[in-house]
């Protein structure tokens, strides 16, 4: 059974830093496009960043442009998101999700075209 899971959420200050990692089991991440997706109380779930399987083309929201990094370590079949310089408007649950046939492009990443997804983690930006 293919399966993600999301880990290294929790309470960071303003300003701070925080990575997040996602783990797969049951399928290879480097022949999936990975995305990073965020959805706080009462709102819509965000695309925050996509990382491509083939030429590693990476994407990000306006929003966290210039804060996050995404990367993935297609040996420890692992993808990551650098949180730096957090805000309190960056606090939300942190989801993973992979699809073998997506094509991360920058006109923004639509949660409907992403078939595995993991439970999700905290990240709680607050002073």
Request: hydrophobic fraction near 30%; include cysteine; glycine fraction near 10%.
């Amino acid at each position: 059974q293919s399966q993600l899971a999301e880990s290294g959420g929790g309470l960071v200050q303003p300003g701070g830093s925080l990575r997040l990692s996602c783990a797969a089991s049951g399928f290879d991440l480097d022949y999936h496009a990975i995305a990073w997706f965020r959805q706080a109380p009462g709102k819509e779930r965000e695309g925050v960043s996509c990382i491509n399987r083939s030429d590693g083309y990476t994407t990000y929201a306006d929003s966290v442009k210039d804060r996050f990094t995404i990367s993935r370590d297609n040996a420890k079949n692992m993808v990551y998101l650098q949180m730096n310089r957090l805000k309190p408007e960056d606090t939300a649950v942190y989801f993973c999700a992979g699809d073998p046939d997506y094509y991360c492009s920058d006109f923004g990443i639509d949660p409907a075209d992403f078939t595995s997804w993991g439970q999700g983690t905290q990240v709680t930006v607050s002073s």
